[in-house]
């Protein structure tokens, strides 16, 4: 009864147009120049953007429609991801998610008792298997499989999303065989000379395109999902990395039916589905600035983990392969001239040096005749060659980088490359002292979307428990502000927002959280125990912390005793 209360309360508190105040916070954010700058109340106009930033000199003004205290917490703007895959994040909250498995006996568990537990699907699907935390040493089969589930087909995709598993019965409905090939971009995996389980890259479509598609109320099941997740987490903006023509209906449909908190940067998941959704150029900001598709996802190359992404020479671990090169290079710059053409803006998947290097030259040929505001953009960027790297700052591409990377991969890439290929691996702060541009996100749901983790590796470069004491390669840690700045400021202009969100400065969306933590000054392990209290967008409350509210509830209750 009490927390209705507090909610309707909160509801009732906030009119639809109002000019509000939050006060009593420890205010940080940063401006056009990454200077920072503290305040203690913030002014919300009518219309939810950012009137006035105050101290606690500052006179308030006399007409206010609502008052908010923040209690002493540390406000900062809405923390922006730069790179995740939000109808990825709201399935895995609505099937299995293997990400916390250790090891495959306890994968197996975990699919058997799932299996059990949802008798009426027809497929088992899930993801975030990965057998490099396993320890497996190699990769997992379909008989490991058939040994948890194999009276219904199951299929399960790598925590990277660059690779899927298959039990044999899915294989048997897929038609593979010992006598079925790769496909172009992709591998069938074999043991015996018979297909294996595992497909990689684009051999996942082999027994993908067999796994029933979601229906439209479950697509918007999933938005709900991941929304709730994100705008808990902190996150107020993400872009949207290979938005598809269904992704973007269910968007609409938030958007239209009035319950679309997030906002959502679309970026088309290839040509074709960039000219379906938004025809001749982008489209414009709808819903008061929560969507837009402004942009185009190509993948060049694989991942590292599956041995996909394209190296200039090969794999320390498995001589003779240099992995997956998608797009041939003419067919790279006629797609990006493509976009480029009616104002979309290129985001391009680059994993391996290789495939580092080709992005960039084809940007600095194609910079001559799209000269611009073009603000091209690298996903990943994770191994680049050093002799490269200088490039990155000449036409201000934008290295979109997710640090939490970093540290999961940190070993497995030690092995993939050996140590003298490492020198431009993860290398941030060598790419901002080129004059680079970094954007920071999560790759969500490759990894969690805690950007409070994510801000904690990209100063330390050290895992959760603290590893590698002193950082790994910490000479391209980053400053505080620097990575304050990858998941606000620099993520905002990696996708032509910043004139909208990522600061709080007058003339912004009054998009911020409230937090327990001050993120200039904690400790690496208190920020990566933060605990979002409040999340506001458009200067209005969509997500308050339970627990907190039951708290200072309790704390009220004494007070007046
Ligand atoms: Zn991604």
Redesign the pocket.
């Known amino acids: 009864m009490k927390k209705f209360f507090a909610l309707a309360m909160l509801a009732v508190s906030v009119p639809a147009f109002a000019d509000g105040l939050v006060e009593n916070v420890n205010g940080i954010t940063l401006d056009k120049d990454g200077k920072v700058i503290r305040f203690n109340a913030i002014l919300v106009g009518k219309d939810g953007k950012v009137t006035e930033l105050l101290t606690k000199k500052d006179k308030l003004p006399r007409q206010l429609d609502f008052r908010h205290d923040g209690r002493g917490a540390t406000m900062l703007p809405g923390l922006i991801d730069a790179?995740?895959?939000v109808m990825g994040l709201g399935f895995q909250q609505l099937t299995l998610d293997l990400s916390a498995t250790n090891s495959l006996a306890e994968a197996q568990t975990a699919i058997r008792e799932y299996a059990a537990k949802n008798p009426e699907r027809r497929w088992i699907i899930g993801r975030g298997w990965n057998q490099e935390k396993w320890g497996l040493g190699r990769f997992p089969t379909a008989a490991d499989l058939d040994a948890a589930v194999s009276d219904r087909p199951v299929w399960l995709e790598r925590v990277d999303?660059h690779a899927g598993w298959a039990n044999s019965r899915a294989m048997q409905i897929a038609g593979v065989t010992a006598a079925s090939k790769s496909p172009p971009g992709g591998r069938i995996e074999l043991s015996a000379g018979k297909p294996s389980g595992i497909f990689v890259d684009a051999a996942s479509e082999l027994v993908g395109k067999f796994v029933p598609a979601p229906k439209p109320a479950e697509r918007d099941l999933a938005l709900g999902e991941a929304q709730k997740k994100l705008l808990s987490q902190g996150i107020t903006a993400i872009a949207d990395?290979?938005t598809s023509m269904d992704d973007w209906q269910s968007y609409r449909r938030a958007g239209d039916g009035g319950w679309l908190s997030i906002r959502i940067f679309g970026y088309a998941g290839g040509i074709d589905n960039m000219i379906a959704i938004a025809g001749p150029r982008p489209t414009p900001w709808l819903y008061d600035d929560k969507l837009r598709l402004g942009g185009v996802k190509l993948y060049l190359d694989g991942a590292l983990g599956s041995r996909g992404a394209w190296l200039k020479k090969p794999y320390a671990d498995a001589p003779g392969q240099i992995g997956l090169q998608f797009l041939a290079t003419a067919e790279i710059r006629n797609l990006m001239v493509r976009a480029s053409m009616d104002g979309f803006q290129t985001a391009v998947?680059a994993i391996g040096d290789a495939a580092n290097a080709e992005v960039i030259s084809a940007v600095e040929e194609l910079a001559v005749s799209y000269n611009g505001d073009q603000r091209w953009r690298i996903?990943h960027v994770q191994i680049v060659d050093p002799v490269d790297l200088q490039k990155l700052g000449k036409h201000g591409i934008i290295s979109s980088m997710q640090p939490v990377h970093q540290t999961s991969d940190r070993t497995m890439a030690e092995a993939r490359l050996g140590t003298e290929r490492l020198t431009g691996a993860y290398a941030w702060q060598s790419i901002a002292k080129a004059g680079g541009k970094l954007a920071f996100g999560s790759?969500v749901p490759?990894e969690s979307a805690d950007p409070f983790a994510g801000l904690a590796t990209a100063m330390t470069r050290e895992d959760a428990a603290g590893q590698p004491f002193g950082g790994w390669r910490p000479e391209e840690r980053v400053s505080r502000e620097q990575a304050l700045a990858g998941f606000t400021t620099g993520a905002a202009y990696a996708a032509f927002a910043e004139t909208k969100v990522g600061s709080l400065t007058p003339g912004h969306h009054a998009d911020f959280i409230l937090i327990d933590v001050d993120p200039l000054l904690a400790s690496p392990s208190d920020l990566r125990k933060a605990v979002v209290k409040e999340t506001w967008v458009g200067g209005r409350p969509v997500y308050k912390n339970a627990a907190v509210i039951a708290a200072s509830e309790n704390k009220k209750d004494g007070e007046t005793r």
């Open positions: 790179h995740g895959h999303g990395m290979g998947h996903e790759d490759v």
